[in-house]
């Protein structure tokens, strides 16, 4: 039976798509018609971060209960997590073309921090496959995820904001909603929002079945 919250969050994604492409939005220099581009690439990073945050939760969570469970929904987490940095980085990238002129540029702090805590993730998940014993990897992936989040919140939210970046709300520049966040754009980002994350959710709540299930397996 689907529940209530998993229709909830498919319904603002479809009016997000729809709404987000026929509402009008404000006429602004350089950015113009991509400032839609803040219903995806915007909501998808909250996406990410909430999977991040979950995902160290569980491994406070394992570190004080010894429950594998705990460990399980943890990797988990990060794997959402991590799958939603891949259109995070692409909806970013596309935004930066159209906007600054290029793909990709290293002068700007906040995306060398979004690669750098990408490649932390990545270094997570090779931590755990090399190591056999179950316990032990779940209590050292554990105090590793910690370290991850931290790092990452370190390159991607206070880096940023101390030094010299093209971000919004970052090295001086405005914040969206000081200069372009109208009513307008608001009642398709907050639902945005809420819809990506219930969505990453969603994903959680199958694989964490999925991987639990072949857990009980591999036990018998």
Do not use: D, E, H, R
């Given at each position: 039976m689907i529940k209530w919250w998993k229709i909830l969050g498919a319904s603002l994604i479809l009016y997000t798509i729809v709404w987000g492409l026929l509402n009008n939005v404000p006429r602004l220099d350089i950015l113009n018609e991509t400032i839609r581009n803040v219903y995806y690439h915007v909501p998808i990073w909250f996406a990410m971060l909430?999977?991040?945050?979950v995902s160290v939760w569980f491994a406070v969570k394992h570190l004080s209960k010894n429950d594998i469970k705990s460990d399980i929904l943890s990797n988990q987490a990060a794997q959402v997590g991590l799958f939603f940095s891949i259109p995070g980085l692409l909806t970013g990238c596309m935004w930066a073309r159209?906007?600054?002129?290029t793909w990709w540029t290293f002068e700007d702090p906040k995306l060398n921090g979004v690669a750098i805590a990408v490649l932390?993730?990545?270094a997570y998940f090779i931590l755990r496959?090399?190591?056999a014993d179950e316990l032990k990897r779940a209590r050292i992936?554990?105090?590793y995820n910690i370290f991850a989040f931290v790092m990452?919140?370190?390159f991607i939210m206070i880096l940023p904001r101390i030094t010299d970046s093209l971000h919004p709300g970052n090295g001086g520049n405005a914040k969206f909603a000081q200069y372009d966040m109208d009513s307008q754009l608001r009642t398709v980002f907050y639902p945005a929002v809420i819809g990506w994350v219930l969505i990453s959710l969603w994903i959680l709540d199958i694989k964490n079945r999925m991987a639990i299930l072949k857990h009980k397996r591999d036990e018998e």
């Open positions: 909430f999977q991040m945050g159209f906007t600054w002129g932390i993730y990545l496959s090399s190591i992936s554990a105090v990452m919140n370190v």
